[in-house]
């Protein structure tokens, strides 16, 4: 049986961090992003990103950078914060949570995501969003799974050079 443990995200996690993003990327938004855009991105250059937010604000009182192990190894990560969009003040928000794709299926994307939960409650929410791109149905799934709802909100943003569709998903505690 695999040894699952989720944990804060600490600087030496980093390049983990980094290779984790984009190959949880490269995987979950093929057909949904521009395939040049995907193919271009560099583990070392997300690497590069996170040590320097990890560097700066080590240990934020008002978010969390998770981690999930599996069998020891960083398989996926997570972002909790206040939420960002002018309509959600006083909203927690998991603005992000990426699983390497070898570990999809194994529990540890469901473990992240119930240690995402509890800790926007530690932080105080008692509502919470997230966006997701529209046309990511596995993603969509798993959180309408984890009792997550779509709440009729969308916006379309930029990236890779194409338009990307997000819609939101809210839920109460």
């Known amino acids: 049986m695999a040894t699952i443990a989720v944990r804060m995200a600490e ?15 490269q995987a979950a938004y093929r057909r ?3 395939d040049e855009f995907l193919d271009e991105l560099r583990p070392a250059d997300r690497a590069k990103d996170w040590r320097a937010a990890l560097e700066r604000n080590p ?3 008002e978010g969390r950078r998770l981690v999930v192990e599996l069998d020891g190894s960083v398989v ?5 914060w206040p939420a960002r969009g002018e309509d959600e003040g006083g909203l927690g928000e998991l603005i992000m949570i990426n699983l390497a794709p070898t570990a999809w299926g ?12 509890d800790e926007l409650r530690r932080l105080g929410f008692a509502e919470v969003v997230l966006w997701v791109a529209e046309a990511n149905a ?11 709802t779509a709440d009729g909100s969308a916006k379309t943003d ?5 338009p990307i569709t997000e819609v939101r998903y809210r839920k109460v505690f």
């Open 158 to 162: 930029e990236i890779g050079g194409a």
């Open 76 to 80: 996926g990560m997570a972002l909790v």
């Open 11 to 25: 600087l030496s996690d980093a390049d983990d961090m980094g290779r984790v993003h984009v190959e949880a990327w």
């Open 32 to 34: 949904i992003m521009p």
């Open 106 to 117: 194994t529990g540890a994307g469901t473990e992240l995501f119930e240690t995402c939960e």
């Open 138 to 148: 596995r993603a969509r799934r798993f959180y309408e799974r984890q009792g997550w």
């Open 59 to 61: 240990d934020p009182p």
